[in-house]
């Protein structure tokens, strides 16, 4: 049993392509086995799929529809309310007559400002001129249809925003109307339009049908349909009067003529029609997928370690943030009840809660704006904001506030600025801050419990300036130097929760030298310490500033 568990596993080390390329032959012939079942089934999925393009299609005509209406009436009804009044209707008479008028039988104006009724008003595109209406069947329609607007006016309610409304209660006589507003959204007036049926009879219905029949269908299942379209009576007002085949899908309009329907029938279509499209399709996926596999098997077994490596890694920063997330939260959350339940009795005691939550809570920013930074650095949408800077100002800032935590922790913070101010460097300060903050905060980490000095230093050298953190601390071996600074990577003698934080620190600090034209240099050795030395040129080439910047 072990001879036969040895020799496989010689097998996949030494023929791993050789074994890979069986591993995808093996799903490629139950997909191709897969095949000869799926087209058993091709017919009913196939008319299935067909009756899904059918009410697609009649969805399709009537939003079609719905939009030339729509547009019509934004194009005509878009009237301003100081045109209402008597000097300006002239001005709405021209803007009628230079935009088109296509489906519109008679145009219409309702002025409630005069009178509680409204005065109503018609246009004549004969003459060019708005007139008073005239008693007829197709006033009395328009009287109906605006009665609501007429109380709405007397009320003087507003409306901000004026919606198109539809009346279709005399389909002799259909309505698109807009009420029209004031400067104070108060209902003056109504404009709209009675349709012109025929001009949906004639031309305009079949118009719609032929254009969405030829992108929905291809020529020869489209010769196998037949259209029609009932007016509210039943009667057949576009395609054919009486198709012989049943109807088999049918939909009323959304929009304008709501009580018309349009319906299809198609006559009896192959399976073998639909199905061979679908069979071709198939079998020119199965040929990519087999090119797209053994092209990329390769490059999944190169990766494959690197992969499992990373996702491990991630693995541990989920839960190295989830563990550094709960711990101040929780210690937050404590105090606070603490507080709110009165178990400080003493001003001293409300000092030493408060000091608590506050550093429990610049841990937790400190963490949430690594996180940050490390997901705007990811997507590339980290932006630098460069200016001369006194650097030593920079620095010094940093260490005093950082200076009292470290001391409660007992450890101290020792600072070697030069005597004078400068020098003055290109930088994005927060982002420096941030970078020196992350290092003090490392070396804090792993220096020595109970004791032990951290040293910060700010050394011109040459061409660049160069911020030094030296710790006493537990040092880092020569196999690891060249992996912190690696996302999620993270140097632990024992759990990865031993030492706090989520492997991201020294990934920023060298992603914001880099940017800023410089470098990170470490030395260390185990037992004795680390020292981590920020490099930053003094003169930041212009090339390279600008597109950091960006």
């Known amino acids: 049993m072990n001879g036969r568990t040895f020799r496989v596993r010689t097998v996949l080390k030494e023929h791993p392509l050789v074994v890979g390329f069986i591993a995808a032959l093996i799903p490629l012939a139950l997909l191709l086995v897969q095949q000869f079942f799926w087209l058993a089934e091709l017919d009913k999925a196939s008319g299935l799929a067909h009756r899904a393009a059918l009410r697609s299609f009649l969805s399709e005509v009537g939003a079609g529809v719905e939009s030339t209406y729509r547009a019509t009436a934004e194009r005509l009804l878009n009237i301003p309310g100081d045109w209402l009044r008597p000097d300006g209707l002239c001005k709405i008479a021209h803007y009628w007559k230079t935009r088109p008028r296509d489906g519109v039988r008679r145009l219409f104006v309702v002025d409630y400002r005069r009178t509680a009724t409204g005065n109503f008003y018609v246009y004549r595109p004969e003459t060019n001129k708005i007139v008073s209406s005239t008693a007829s069947d197709e006033s009395l329609a328009i009287v109906l249809a605006t009665l ?80 029609t379209v009932f007016d509210e009576r039943g009667r057949s007002v576009v395609g054919v009067a009486a ?58 077994f190169s990766t494959a370690r690197h992969a499992m490596r990373l996702s491990q890694m991630k693995s541990d920063f989920v839960s190295n943030v989830s563990h550094e997330l709960r711990t101040p939260l929780c210690s937050v959350r404590l105090f606070a009840e603490f507080l709110k339940l009165g178990r400080a009795k003493t001003p001293e005691k409300v000092i030493e809660y408060g000091e608590y939550i506050e550093r429990e809570s610049r841990r937790l920013s400190r963490l949430i704006d690594n996180i940050l930074d490390f997901s705007r650095i990811e997507s590339q949408r980290k932006v630098y904001r460069r200016r001369p800077t006194d650097i030593r100002q920079v620095v ?44 003090l905060d490392n070396a804090a980490k792993y220096s020595k419990s109970g004791g032990g000095d951290i040293v910060v230093r700010l050394q011109p050298r040459m061409d660049h300036v160069v911020i030094s953190v030296q710790d006493h601390g537990i040092g880092i071996a020569k196999d690891d130097q060249a992996k912190v600074f690696e996302r999620f990577h993270r140097v632990s003698t024992g759990l990865v929760h031993d030492v706090k934080g989520c492997g991201l620190g020294l990934s920023i600090v060298e992603h914001a030298a880099r940017a800023h034209g410089g470098r990170v240099e470490l030395e260390s050795e185990l037992g004795v310490g680390s020292t981590f030395s920020l490099w930053l040129p003094t003169e930041v080439d212009s090339t390279h500033a600008e597109s950091s910047r960006r």
């Open 148 to 227: 609501p607007w007429q109380r709405w006016a007397k009320e003087q309610r507003s409306e901000r925003e004026p919606m198109l409304h539809v009346n279709e209660q005399d389909p002799e006589h259909r309505i698109v109307l807009k009420p029209v507003v004031d400067q104070a959204s108060h209902i003056i007036g109504v404009v709209g339009f009675v349709i012109d049926d025929s001009f949906a009879r004639d031309a305009f219905l079949q118009q719609v049908i032929d254009k969405k029949l030829a992108s929905f269908f291809p020529d020869e299942v489209s010769e196998a349909l037949a259209v």
């Open 243 to 300: 198709p012989t085949q049943p109807m088999k899908m049918s939909a009323s309009f959304p929009f304008v003529l709501k009580d018309w329907r349009i319906g299809i029938a198609d006559r009896d279509i192959e399976g073998s029609r639909w199905a061979a499209g679908s069979v071709w399709y198939d079998a020119t996926l199965v040929i990519v997928l087999v090119v797209v596999l053994l092209c990329g098997m390769g490059l999944a």
């Open 396 to 439: 010094q800032s940093v260490v005093q506030t950082v200076d009292l935590p470290l001391e409660e922790v007992g450890l101290s913070l020792r600072a070697e600025l030069p005597d004078k101010p400068g020098p003055v460097v290109d930088i994005d300060a927060d982002t420096i801050a941030q970078a020196l903050h992350n290092l």
